[in-house]
Every structure is written in structure tokens, then in C-alpha cells.
């Protein structure tokens, strides 16, 4: 038998493919789930069970999240990258770690082909097979969900007439879970108008009364939590669950697929939208405007490039460069009060606030200069303004 790995979930559309590549092809399927932060234990162990139910030959649990936060989200951290000031990149991020680590593991254990269970109509595909195209290439890539064009019901009466059964209620919608947010995917992300229902999204409010937390970065990382120092990822991930009680950080995403079509999608993001916040707020302090000003194209570009499968391009890493120079200064601690669905940044205590520089402070009285340095500067900061007006009325 030809050995095929399968890009697993444990979600309808792999599901379906485990099914498919097996009864109907005859091929051996290796299901490889690759976890980015956002599995615990006792989800991985259930995708297992999952995966041998459902015909796998082989299951692997690739952990990758270290390397995705060192490797990629700490430069979406520097560069506050949100796509259309919304997204961060949640799911474009993550996919192309968990792709590169699937191409990786085909190329090692010398796979006759990769699959995958992405659309023909979204980004995964692309992200995917650009992946396995320059890591694997000479590994042919199946792709069962694209080529028959299916719908989420059509997967659903297959695996019925198969005898497989899943909790067909939840399959309506496609949950992404990872360490930098959960995309959610349903009917009504298929309109312009309908909002996702409260049960849509995987984490629910239990929380009510307000809370003020403080979080600590390091050179634009972040470093503990309520004045406790532990590494980025446990922060992220404890990030993530005290402000998921909250039900912070959902929101709806509209863009431009890599296809050249509009997308809607729902997320929840609680640590990424809360860490980009702080992480913004602290620079506006301690970074010069002219940092700031080049900061938010290069951030925004690399954040198009990661979204759009370039992340394996030379410009990347020089753009990682520039992004993490800009950090050198951006320590201290962001104050954020926590509300059902909110949350508010207080202020910062940073050894390097510009704001309380010896040399002046916005709004007071200051030693730097007098009325006559003042009236000199803008005298001659109007100039070009006073040169063009001048014409005013001549054709």
C-alpha cells in the first residue's frame, strides 16, 4: 500500500478525508496533526482515538508551538499586525507552521503523497500546497475536498453511509484552534449580514466582575503576567484562558482571500488582541515617532506576506530584522481592565516613557526652550505652507 499524510484535525473535512483516502484510493493514511498552542492533552488524546476510529494507520502529534511563537508570532507581536486593523492573522499564521511541519515530516518518513482537506475557495489550499511544493516536492498532494467540490452536508452524508458518527450539530461550523486565536467558520460567515450565534464561538462567559491585570514585556516580549515571570507561550496560553472567561476578543474578519475574493470569517482571539493592544500602547510611549511611522508598512506588509504564503521568502527575515531593532526599547508594564466582552488599557510604567523625559513634558512648563525658540520653529515650519498659499487665486 502507497503511504499518504494526511493534514488531521480531527474536524469534518479530515474526517472525511481519512474515510476517503482509505476505502475509496486504498492508501495508508499517516494523520499528522500539527499543534500550535492550541490543543490541551485531553483533546490531542480524543483526535487520536478519533483519527484510529476512523481508519488511520498512523497517528503523530508534531508540536510546533516553541518554534511558532520564536519563529513567527512574536514578529506579529512587534509589528501590532492586524489585517484590515481587525485579524491577527490567527489562522494564516499558524497554517503555514503546520504545513511546513507536515512537508517536513512526508520528506523524513519518504510519504508517496501529502493531503490536506482545504476548499478550493479559501487561502489553506494555497498556503498549503506552496508549503509542500518547496519542502516536499516530489510528494504528489491530494487534496479530496477541493477536487470533489463538497459541501459540509455532503461530507456529513458520507460518513453516515460510511456508519461514522460525529456530533453533526457542532460540524455545521469549522473551528481553527490555535495559541493566537480560533477562527469559526459557519452559514452565516457565507453572508455580508448575519452575525454568529453566541454558541458558535468555543469559549462561553463566565466571568463578570472587572478585573485589572498587569503585563509585563521585555524588548517587545512578553514576560509575566500579574507581576509573575514565565515563558512567552505560558503566558499567551494563561493570557487566553483568564481572558476567554471574559468572552474578549471575538470579532467578525473581512478581507481579501489570496484568490482575489471577499472573505468573512468569525474568531476569537483574547490573548492576541490584548497583547498587540498593550504591546502598541507601551510603544507609543517609549519608541520615536519615526520608528512608529516606518514600523506600521513593514509590520503591515509582513503580515500581508505571511497571510498571502510568502513566509519562506528571503524578505521576510529582513523585515524580522528591522521589526525586532524597533524592540530594543519597548519594556514596562501595560495596566488592562477586563470586562464581559472588553477590555480597556489603563496606562503603562515603562523606565523608558518619552513622556516622562527630563527634557520636556507635553502640556507643562519645560527647561528645553523659551517663547522665542518657539515662535523661531514655527516661523519657519510654516514656510512651504506660506510659499503655496501665496499663489492662491493665480491660474
Known sequence: MKKVVLAYSGGLDTSYCVVYLTKELGLEVHTVIVNSGGFSAEELQQIETRAYELGSSKHEVIDVTARFYQDCLRYLLFGNVLKNDTYPLSVSAERMFQALALAEYAREHKADYIAHGSTGAGNDQVRFDVAFSVIAPHTEIIT??????????????????????????????????????????????????????????????????????????????????????????????????????????????????????????????????????????LEKHTSSRWQLLHKDYIANWYGTLLHEAQYLDPVMRDMEAFLESSQARVSGTVFIKLKPYQFELQGIDSKFDMMRSKVATYGEENDAWDARDAQGFIKIFSNQLKIHGSFNGES
Not at 219 to 239: D, F, R, S, T, Y
Open 144 to 281: 479530496p475536498i477541493r477536487d470533489q467540490k463538497l459541501s459540509r452536508q455532503a461530507e456529513i452524508e458520507y460518513l453516515r453511509g460510511h456508519g461514522v458518527e460525529m456530533s453533526w450539530e457542532k460540524a455545521r461550523y469549522s473551528i481553527n484552534k490555535g495559541i493566537w486565536g480560533t477562527s469559526v467558520g459557519g452559514v452565516e460567515t457565507l453572508t455580508s449580514h448575519q452575525a454568529l450565534p453566541e454558541t458558535a464561538y468555543p469559549t462561553q462567559l463566565e466571568q463578570t466582575e472587572p478585573t485589572t491585570i498587569e503585563v509585563t514585556f521585555e524588548k517587545g516580549e512578553p514576560v509575566a503576567l500579574n507581576g509573575q515571570k514565565m515563558p512567552p507561550v505560558e503566558l499567551i496560553q494563561a493570557l487566553n484562558e483568564l481572558a476567554g472567561r471574559y468572552a474578549i476578543g471575538r470579532d467578525i474578519h473581512v478581507g481579501d482571500t489570496i484568490l482575489g475574493i471577499k472573505g468573512r470569517v468569525g474568531f476569537e482571539a483574547p490573548a492576541a488582541l490584548m497583547l498587540i493592544k498593550a504591546h502598541h500602547l
